[in-house]
Nanobody, 115 residues
């Protein structure tokens, strides 16, 4: 089992940047896939970015070129660097970890992009 705790959310103006962190309760070295999802009010939760244990990455089309996912196994942390933020990026962002047959979620962190 692994607990995930997100941090780094907040209020930012359009065009600004934020860096989200997801701290895991144990080593993430062997976790096959970790990612970030988001859910805006009235919308379904959607994948934003994911990173595999081999550091392969994938992004939603809406964030390609603006967001970067990374992982630091020594710190047991996954990051999401978000640049050029837009109002439509406003959502609760959730960290996710996939192991064989198991899925873990964090509690979420709010990101609000507004002037």
């Amino acid at each position: 089992q692994v607990q995930l705790v997100e941090s780094g959310g907040g209020l930012v103006q359009p065009g600004g940047s934020l860096k989200l962190s997801c701290a895991a309760s144990r080593t993430i070295f062997s976790i096959p896939s970790m990612g970030w999802y988001r859910q805006a009010p009235g919308k379904e939760r959607e994948l934003v970015a994911l990173i595999t244990s081999r550091s392969s990455t994938d992004y939603a089309d809406s964030v390609k070129g603006r967001f970067t996912i990374s992982r630091d196994s020594a710190k047991k942390t996954v990051y999401l660097q978000m640049n050029s933020l837009k109002p439509e990026d406003t959502a609760v962002y959730y960290c996710n970890a996939h192991e064989t047959g198991l899925v873990y979620w964090g509690q979420g962190t709010q990101v609000t992009v507004s002037s």
